[in-house]
Nanobody, 123 residues
């Protein structure tokens, strides 16, 4: 039984920082990723990482966000700096339990387990 629990969301001012965490349990994961979804918009891939530490970022967050993982703790992180109002959304952690893809993709359909989300609001 795969379980993903996100934390770290909140409200910050324009230019501020937040660090999201996702504790994963219940299986081995080939890839982990962060997605976000704002009201009225489609779910968007933000960043992804493979077991080999390969990373992919969306153009909208490249240079501002950093994805990392602590394999020993089965925890995924997203350090978000220089936050903008357009970064406001519900952020979801997702994992893939089948074979890894290279580079790790940002398509929701490539991930088969999802967390409940944590809200990020930038104003």
């Amino acid at each position: 039984h795969v379980q993903l629990v996100e934390s770290g969301g909140g409200s910050v001012q324009d230019g501020g920082s937040l660090r999201l965490s996702c504790v994963a349990s219940g299986s081995r994961f080939s890839m982990m990723a962060w997605f976000r979804q704002a009201p009225g918009k489609e779910r968007e891939g933000v960043a992804a990482i493979s077991l080999a530490r390969l990373t992919t970022y969306s153009n909208s967050v490249k240079g501002r966000f950093t994805i990392s993982q602590d394999s020993a703790k089965s925890t995924l992180y997203l350090q978000m700096n220089s936050l903008k109002p357009e970064d406001s959304a519900m952020y979801y952690c997702a994992v893939r339990t089948s074979s890894a893809l290279v580079p790790p993709p940002l398509r929701p359909s490539d991930y088969n387990y999802w967390g409940q989300g944590t809200q990020v609001t930038v104003s």
